[in-house]
């Protein structure tokens, strides 16, 4: 595979993450956003519990990885690897994903409560 398209990938998958973020961040808040800010959450929930990380993260250490084979080990996840990198700090990765999990299954919990299951009412309101 083309070095250039591996390193384009790469980026590309870095931005997806970032905006997956936000949207966990910030989705709340946005009431047009509310259907996709549950769905991006359930995936998470279901990818942290299946593989204690974010998908994407591993697909973006991958394709790094091609590329630079000495690259660090990216076992920490993306959040605790971009500390290192750019704030040379650093958190216990355990911490990383209990704090994560609780943040991303709390956030559910409330959202659904306070306005229901999304999916299901758009369901609804397609009739």
């Given at each position: ?8 990938t790469?980026?590309l ?20 956003i ?6 991006i ?15 994407l ?21 993306f959040?605790?690897?971009y500390?290192?990198?750019?704030l ?19 956030s559910?919990?409330?959202?659904i ?15």
């Open positions: 595979m083309n070095k250039n398209i591996i390193i384009g790469s980026h998958i870095f931005v997806i993450h970032v905006i997956v973020i936000l949207i966990i961040l910030l989705g709340s808040f946005i009431s047009e509310r259907l996709i800010y549950q769905s959450l359930i995936i998470t929930i279901i990818s942290w519990f299946s593989s204690m990380g974010c998908i993260t591993v697909w973006e250490y991958k394709l790094r990885k091609i590329i630079n084979p000495d690259l660090e080990l990216y076992e920490f996840g959040i605790d690897f500390l290192r990198k750019y040379s700090g650093s958190a216990r990765p355990k911490f990383i994903y209990a704090i994560g999990l609780f943040f991303l299954i709390t559910l919990g409330i959202n409560f306070v306005y229901g299951f999304l999916p299901i009412g758009y369901v609804n309101n397609l009739y």
